[in-house]
């Protein structure tokens, strides 16, 4: 069987889920190809993980340029003869719905809806597209109930499954305190300062400026708190001299992008993320495989991925940094609590989050699309260990 699997972005979450599903593909004997632009991780690490890697030119916004690039991906189509065509994100999804228009069967997944990152107009044409294009993708994929009832809610009608985000619980292992320890050496960080990191793009749709906002309060209540930003984006410079404007800019720190978020997460008393929007954010799940509590805005996705009764300490309303405030000072006050609320997230994770459940849930996706076939995706003992 062969798979398709087209994306921009190249890195951040969605391209760890790409990979994650080419190696469990690539592990069940499927010909697994990976079309995206240079740049990023994406190309690299699908290839480490077993895909041939096709260089497709995009952009990452639609513009003038985009039916060049969906031209571009209907000759990389129609060179690999997929079985399945499984496009990620808002901009491949546009391109390769207009590439393509149903010629193979295929599967669209968001990952968050392009009309929830916009306002008026905008979102409004966004809107449009969806409920016109839904008629070129077989299968509407999800990662969370959510994020299906918004779709439902603008009025798209297509094949719906949903199959939550998963993570590599072996390679997202238990940080304990020995772990903690010398993750706080190796980075240079207070041993026993409370810690609150963030990991995620930095970018309006993750949410550092609301972060950024709350954390004077945050100081004020917990002194000795120190917080930390790990990602790169478009909003580095911007969020730097923020960080500079701050009363007690030494207590923030900006890691910049980082090739393994473990250390960060191994350090971390707890880890915040307060997204604008989301379908639902990966590096939560990472956090929580970790045993590390979260602290999220409550966008689609969040409340799913949370351990059962985790709600009312573990999610805020979207843009309030004064509730966000309140909800890190309670946290980093209370090591015991987030000791205990890390121990329940592993578990939930192990549980319902395991990637090697996701793979084989996906399969099931894709055999639906194909009647009478064999698919072999997440038929092998496992899905082998990130390197």
């Not at 997929?82 to 669209?108: C, I, N």
């Not at 209540?221 to 923020?242: K, S, T």
């Not at 949370?306 to 405030?325: F, T």
Request: hydrophobic fraction near 50%; glycine fraction near 10%; aromatic fraction near 4%.
């Amino acid at each position: 069987m062969t798979i398709l699997h087209i994306s921009q972005p190249v890195d951040g979450g969605v391209a760890r889920v790409v990979v994650d599903l080419v190696r469990g593909q690539r592990e069940a004997g499927c010909r697994v190809l990976v079309a995206c632009p240079p740049g990023g991780r994406l190309a690299a690490e699908a290839a480490a993980a077993g895909a041939r890697v096709l260089d497709w030119r995009a952009g990452r916004s639609p513009g003038p340029g985009t039916p060049g690039e969906a031209a571009r991906l209907r000759r990389i189509v129609r060179e690999v003869a997929p079985d399945v065509l499984h496009l990620h994100s808002a901009k491949a999804g546009l391109a390769g719905r207009l590439a393509v228009r149903g010629a193979v069967p295929t599967v669209f997944q968001p990952h968050a809806w392009s009309f929830a990152a916009v306002g008026g107009p905008l979102a409004a044409a966004s809107v449009r597209w969806e409920r016109f294009a839904t008629r070129w993708a077989r299968v509407l994929l999800c990662v969370s109930e959510q994020e299906r009832v918004d779709g439902v809610a603008a009025g798209l009608d297509g094949g719906w499954r949903v199959v939550p985000n998963g993570v590599d619980v072996r390679h997202f292992a238990v940080a304990d305190a020995a772990a903690r320890r010398a993750a706080r050496a190796a980075l240079g960080l207070d041993p026993v300062a409370p810690l609150a990191v963030c990991v995620g793009r930095l970018c309006r749709q993750k949410g550092q400026d609301v972060l950024l906002d709350a954390w004077p309060e945050v100081a004020a209540g917990v002194p000795a708190a120190r917080l930390a930003l790990v990602g790169g984006g478009p909003d580095a410079a911007v969020l730097a001299e923020r960080v500079r404007a701050l009363p007690d800019p030494a207590g923030v720190r900006l890691a910049g992008d980082v090739p393994d978020p473990r250390p960060w997460l191994a350090a971390a008393d707890l880890v915040v993320l307060p997204s604008r929007w989301e379908g639902m954010a990966l590096a939560p799940l990472e956090a929580m495989a970790t045993a590390r509590p979260v602290l999220l805005s409550d966008v689609p996705g969040a409340r799913e991925c949370l351990p059962p009764g985790e709600a009312a300490a573990g999610l805020v309303a979207p843009g309030d940094p004064a509730a966000l405030a309140a909800r890190l000072v309670r946290a980093l006050t209370d090591p015991v609590g987030c000791e205990r609320r890390g121990a329940l997230a592993r578990a939930h994770m192990v549980e319902r989050h395991d990637i090697r459940e996701v793979v084989r849930q996906v399969a099931a996706v894709y055999g639906s699309l194909l009647p009478g076939a064999v698919v072999p995706v997440g038929c092998g003992p496992r899905v082998p260990e990130r390197s």
